[in-house]
């Protein structure tokens, strides 16, 4: 049974997933246009259309605040010691790090629309990375929290991660500026497909790869969105790799990260995305900890449209933050508490 947190209303996660392909797939009646980078955002290489297929910049071309969240660090001002994760009597690193899921951010989404769970204001968003920063919370990238359980890497306490899937226009042109405002990182997990064929509503390669230039991190979310639990062996092969193999053409690195469409996967699925070479997937489960031994198949909060004021966010994650913060405070006293 697909996951659902009670806490957050009536409508399963599923269905709102499902009502969000459903508009990709009516956008594809449309003639594909390819939409262009939008003039009010700073920095971003406008020539991109007109080149090849381009390696991101060097991390001393990125801006100063992107590079700090990019590569895990503290942001300036805050000096708070890293800690390594300590393994348990099996050798194994885990932690309860909250990772939060984003879908559309956009105003305007009627409160009827099945889109609405899946969808939080401009607003919305700056008040959860306000929340965050005044509870003592640091946005790490995905993979920093993927090499500390790994080998050992150090993390902040009371590390956090933001992540946004499917790859909608909207992730760049009202997200990102939100994001570099407050100086933090997100991993952009995209459904390659969309991308590709330049729909209406979809990033394109432009702004994928303004993204990574800008300190933000390109995983996979399959190349056409399909629930992978049933597919045949071809067909599941073509999800995983073709989506990380164009990810690669387009932007030079090949992805290592993978979201499964929906949260979905099995033991079958699992093992293909490992075989497809991904280093870690996440899942629409919000329970469990995050562990060394279970890297594809981590743990994830869903950040719900309802979520728009402070009281309805501590609703929609203050469980999971609240955990997390007795697991830092266990590990390292007087660091972990807000």
């Known amino acids: ?39 009010p955002v700073p920095d971003v290489a406008t020539s991109a259309s007109t080149e090849p297929a381009r390696q991101p910049r060097s991390t001393s071309d990125v801006p100063t605040a992107a590079l700090a969240a990019h590569t ?8 708070r010691a890293m800690i390594v994760l300590p393994p348990d009597p099996d050798g194994i690193r885990r932690a309860p790090v909250p990772i939060l899921l984003y879908h559309h951010v956009t105003a305007g989404v009627p409160a009827t629309s099945a889109l609405r769970e899946t969808t939080v204001s401009p607003a919305a968003l700056e008040l959860h990375l306000t929340a965050l920063e005044r ?22 306490p009371k590390a956090v991660v ?12 009202i997200a990102l500026p939100i994001l570099e405002r407050h100086g933090v990182t997100a991993t952009f997990f995209l459904t390659t497909e969309p991308v590709e064929a330049g729909w209406i509503g979809s990033l394109n390669w432009d702004h994928v790869t303004a993204l990574v230039e800008r300190g933000m991190t390109i995983g ?8 992978l639990i049933g597919l045949s062996d071809a067909a599941l092969a073509d999800e995983l790799t073709a989506s990380a193999d164009l990810i690669a053409a387009r932007i030079g690195t090949r992805p290592r990260l993978l979201a499964y469409p929906y949260g ?15 280093a870690a997937a996440v899942t629409a489960n919000p329970d469990g900890y995050a562990a060394g031994a279970a890297l594809l198949a981590l743990p994830r909060i869903a950040v719900r449209g309802g979520c728009d004021t402070a009281a309805a966010f501590e609703g929609c994650v203050g469980a999971w933050l609240g955990e997390a913060e007795g697991w830092w405070e266990a590990v390292a006293p007087g660091r972990g508490s807000r």
């Open 220 to 227: 996979a979310h399959t190349r056409t969105h399909r629930d």
């Open 72 to 79: 895990g660090a503290v942001p300036s001002g805050r000096s």
């Open 264 to 278: 979905n996967f099995d033991d079958r699925v699992r093992a293909a995305a490992a075989a497809a070479g991904y």
């Open 162 to 173: 933001l992540t946004f899937d499917d790859g909608w226009r909207d992730q760049f042109d």
């Open 135 to 156: 509870g003592g919370w640091t946005v790490v990238a995905l993979d920093a929290v993927v090499d500390a359980l790994a080998l050992g890497t150090p993390l902040p």
């Open 1 to 39: 049974m697909f996951p659902t947190d009670p806490r957050a209303g009536a409508v399963p996660l599923r269905t709102a997933a499902l009502a969000t392909t459903v508009l990709m797939l009516v956008t594809i009646a449309h003639r594909p246009i390819p939409s262009p980078l939008p003039s």
